[in-house]
């Protein structure tokens, strides 16, 4: 049988140098574990802008539709800020979004335990926490139409159109459920059916979708509650299913409850393929973090993560995936720290690269 295959999209910023330590653990995954990849490089965002004068090549989207899965590490910075909207980093990552259908963006927000105190919150609010946050990914005001710039009488009207069509509430609610059975079996559903029609929709098709899964325990909060019980009590989450844009923001949120957004993986997830697997793709939930770029400064964590989750739903490597969790974890415990993980004067972080090398020693450890 083919080997599996895997596109790295480093982008921008931090991108190159947390990828080069997620291939050091593929590298070792081949070595250790008896799965080799065939692992192919492409750009994206910025990267693909200078290249390419555009942030996605049609190239390269056809390479990420023909592959088993796409990791890609981060897009944007300052340089591109005056590009036209069309050309903008953003937009490559959006294409990729919406052509290869990721309608199903699965956000965990997991809080170390190493890591307790680095949150705003008090540890015992967040220690344990594990929050998985399905956000609907290709549809909704990112997408709706008519959307633009138009001319209204003497002035300009910004338009965004806030559309969801039921199918898309059901197929994006299923994925929710059908995790959530893999989990504590419960799921919070985020909308604003108080105000919006999609919302009402939105609340009356994932309560029908409920119903064929009569063993998790469905909830609905407004989007604005959830945002503040988020903050207030976090640990009654299990999983939390919302749209495109209040998945933006209530999983910025909740990232930042954990205390280290460099810690962060997320998978995107699409219809099945011939394969049985779905349509993939993999991203730290962090940006492109264009201050530090270059400086071996970044936390590789979140991107090696981000492959981990690549391993348990792309590849049925539960194991492995579980593996490198637990490496992380062990790097964390042994009290390793990229910059963004220092609390006290005094403490010297470690480099990216020295991170991704604790890693495959802690992976070392942990197998032998
Ligand atoms: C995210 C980001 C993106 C989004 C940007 C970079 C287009 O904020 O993945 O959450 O808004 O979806
Ligand atoms: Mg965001």
Not at 70 to 90: H, I
Request: proline share 5%; with cysteine.
């Amino acid at each position: 049988m083919a080997n599996p295959s895997l596109l790295i999209l480093p982008g921008d910023g931090i991108g190159p140098e947390v990828m080069a330590e997620v291939r050091k653990v593929i590298d070792w995954i081949g070595a250790n574990r008896g799965t080799t990849f065939d692992v192919s490089e492409d750009l994206v965002g910025g990267a693909a802008f200078d290249a390419h004068g555009a942030p996605l090549s049609d190239e390269t989207m056809a390479k990420a539709q023909a592959v088993d899965a796409v990791l890609l590490g981060a897009v944007g910075g300052p340089k591109y800020d005056d590009l036209d909207f069309s050309l903008k980093p953003e937009r490559g990552l959006l294409r990729l979004r919406k052509e290869m259908d990721l309608f199903s963006n699965l956000r965990p927000a997991q809080c170390f335990d190493a890591l307790a105190d680095f949150s705003s919150l008090k540890r015992d609010v967040v220690s344990g926490l594990d929050i998985m946050i399905v956000r609907e990914l290709t549809s909704g005001s990112y997408f709706g139409e008519p959307r633009g710039i138009f001319e209204e009488g003497n002035q300009r009207v910004g338009i965004n159109t806030h559309r969801y069509t039921e199918s898309e509430i059901e197929r994006v609610a299923r994925s929710a459920f059908e995790l959530a059975m893999r989990r504590d079996s419960k799921v919070c559903s985020m909308e604003k059916a108080n105000v919006m029609e999609a919302g009402i929709l939105w609340r009356e098709v994932v309560t029908e979708v409920a119903k064929d899964y009569p063993s998790v325990d469905v909830s609905h909060m407004y989007a604005d509650n959830g945002a503040m019980q988020l903050v207030r009590a976090p640990k009654q989450f299990d999983v939390i299913l919302t749209d495109n844009l209040f998945g933006d923001i209530l999983s910025d949120c909740a990232a930042m409850l954990t205390g280290s957004l460099g810690m962060l993986p997320s998978a995107s997830l699409g219809a099945p393929m011939d394969n049985g697997r779905p349509k993939a793709l993999y991203e730290p939930v962090h940006g492109s973090a264009p201050d530090i770029a270059g400086q071996g400064k970044a936390n590789p964590c979140a991107c090696i993560l981000s492959l981990a989750m690549a391993l348990r739903y792309s590849f049925d490597m539960g194991d492995d995936a579980t593996l490198v969790e637990r490496a992380v974890e062990k790097v964390l415990a042994d009290g390793v720290r990229t910059a963004d993980l220092m609390q006290a004067d005094g403490e010297s972080p470690v480099s990216t690269s020295d991170m991704g090398d604790a890693v495959v020693a802690a992976l070392n450890a942990l197998a032998a």
